[in-house]
């Protein structure tokens, strides 16, 4: 990763309120293409619930 987690929670945090439990997606696995538009991403945690996100 290019920045630790310190630095992406303490740089986040100026833009939005975290809390405990919040999520922070933070890359890709080697060898999965680009994101680009129209791709949709679904990220599910058990027992959380999942998110969709359609790029535009």
Do not use: H
């Not at 990220?43 to 619930?49: A, D, L, Q, S, Y």
């Amino acid at each position: 990763m290019i920045w630790k987690v310190p630095e992406m929670t303490s740089y986040l945090s100026d833009y939005f309120e975290l809390a405990g439990g919040d999520v922070i997606p933070t890359g890709t696995p080697a060898g999965v293409d680009p994101v680009v538009r129209d791709d949709l991403m679904a990220m599910e945690i058990e027992g959380v619930g999942t998110m969709n996100v359609k790029v535009v």
